[in-house]
């Protein structure tokens, strides 16, 4: 009996262990994929109701010298819980009002704006509004073509934080979405408080809005809530053209999907945004 007890004891440090090295691979390598540029901004493109692009979200990959491109989807978790997320998204920051300043002066970019999407621990940092509004600054972009899309898992703590921060951003022209919404538990109250110009729906519910009774009431509920308080409503992950013109029935007025198009690379949104401008 206790040879077993030893035994599991060894495999669960094994397992811990493992785990451990695992992990720490993951953090060498990502350290070296900033401090070697391996990661890339892709665009998705977002269009209002007459088919224009209005801004888009920018979208963080990493092109890994094996692996080659890879999702957030295996990195962002793990950096927002080792506290890499703070360095990475800065850089994703920087880069895009990097990019904001190269189209500034340029014509076909009058309307466009970034959204960025910043994750809890980052937008909790003390020093993350001084930071953002020295970057608006030093690049000498107009804070309104900004999104700073944030989720509703902020909300839940420190609410007077989150409202004095989202302020300070909002008084210098920075705009807010709060993304993926529907699927946590902000109150009514709680958005009451918040200086958000966008409620982003989330793509769960527009994927089945068409087949999902209580899906089409979320949406319809979102929009109505949307209009009432004087946000714009986009909806993300939008693949059809029958889920567009029930949004647009509905009162939703932007729209973001595989049906306009997919995250693109720099050069590719360039060329979708000049093609629209035929
Ligand atoms: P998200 O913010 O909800 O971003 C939307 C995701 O939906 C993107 O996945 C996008 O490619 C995908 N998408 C857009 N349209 C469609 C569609 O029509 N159909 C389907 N099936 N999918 C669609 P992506 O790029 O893999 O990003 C996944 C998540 O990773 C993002 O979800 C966001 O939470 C996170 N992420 C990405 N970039 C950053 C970043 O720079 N910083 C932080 N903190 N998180 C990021
Ligand atoms: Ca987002
Ligand atoms: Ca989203
Ligand atoms: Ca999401």
């Given at each position: 009996?206790?040879?077993?007890?030893?035994?599991?004891?060894?495999?669960?440090?094994?397992?811990?262990?493992s785990d451990a090295a695992e992990r720490s691979v993951l953090d060498r390598d990502l350290?070296?994929?900033?401090?070697?540029?391996?990661?890339?901004?892709?665009?998705?493109?977002?269009?209002?109701?007459?088919?224009?692009?209005?801004?888009?979200?920018?979208?963080?990959?990493?092109?890994?010298?094996?692996?080659?491109?890879?999702?957030?989807?295996?990195?962002?978790?793990?950096?927002?819980?080792?506290?890499?997320?703070?360095?990475?998204?800065?850089?994703?920051?920087?880069?895009?009002?990097?990019?904001?300043?190269?189209?500034?002066?340029?014509?076909?970019?009058?309307?466009?704006?970034?959204?960025?999407?910043?994750?809890?621990?980052?937008?909790?940092?003390?020093?993350?509004?001084?930071?953002?509004?020295?970057?608006?600054?030093?690049?000498?972009?107009?804070?309104?073509?900004?999104?700073?899309?944030?989720?509703?898992?902020?909300?839940?703590?420190?609410?007077?934080?989150?409202?004095?921060?989202?302020?300070?951003?909002?008084?210098?022209?920075?705009r807010f979405s709060l993304d993926d919404f529907g699927t946590g538990f902000s109150s009514?109250?709680?958005?009451?408080?918040?200086?958000?110009?966008?409620?982003?729906?989330?793509?769960?519910?527009?994927?089945?809005?068409?087949t999902d009774a209580s899906s089409e009431t979320i949406v319809r509920t979102v929009i109505?809530?949307?209009?009432?308080?004087?946000?714009?409503?986009?909806?993300?992950?939008?693949?059809?053209?029958?889920?567009?013109?029930?949004?647009?029935?509905?009162?939703?007025?932007?729209?973001?999907?595989?049906?306009?198009?997919?995250?693109?690379?720099?050069?590719?949104?360039?060329?979708?945004?000049?093609?629209?401008?035929?």
């Amino acid at each position: 009996q206790g040879g077993a007890a030893m035994l599991l004891l060894f495999m669960l440090l094994h397992i811990l262990q493992s785990d451990a090295a695992e992990r720490s691979v993951l953090d060498r390598d990502l350290l070296a994929a900033l401090r070697d540029e391996q990661f890339v901004l892709h665009y998705q493109p977002q269009l209002n109701s007459a088919g224009r692009v209005i801004g888009a979200e920018v979208l963080i990959r990493w092109q890994h010298p094996q692996r080659g491109l890879v999702p957030p989807i295996e990195f962002i978790g793990h950096a927002e819980k080792t506290g890499l997320i703070i360095p990475i998204g800065k850089w994703v920051l920087e880069q895009a009002c990097t990019q904001l300043r190269i189209w500034k002066d340029d014509p076909l970019y009058r309307d466009i704006g970034l959204a960025v999407n910043i994750s809890q621990n980052q937008f909790r940092q003390a020093a993350f509004v001084p930071d953002m509004l020295d970057l608006i600054a030093v690049h000498g972009i107009e804070a309104h073509r900004l999104e700073l899309e944030l989720t509703e898992t902020l909300i839940v703590q420190d609410m007077e934080d989150l409202v004095r921060k989202m302020v300070a951003l909002a008084d210098h022209g920075v705009r807010f979405s709060l993304d993926d919404f529907g699927t946590g538990f902000s109150s009514l109250s709680h958005l009451k408080r918040l200086p958000l110009n966008t409620l982003k729906i989330d793509r769960s519910f527009i994927s089945d809005v068409l087949t999902d009774a209580s899906s089409e009431t979320i949406v319809r509920t979102v929009i109505g809530l949307g209009q009432s308080m004087g946000m714009t409503v986009i909806a993300e992950g939008v693949e059809t053209e029958a889920q567009q013109r029930f949004l647009a029935s509905n009162g939703c007025v932007q729209f973001q999907g595989y049906l306009f198009s997919k995250p693109l690379p720099l050069q590719e949104f360039a060329a979708f945004v000049a093609r629209q401008h035929g």
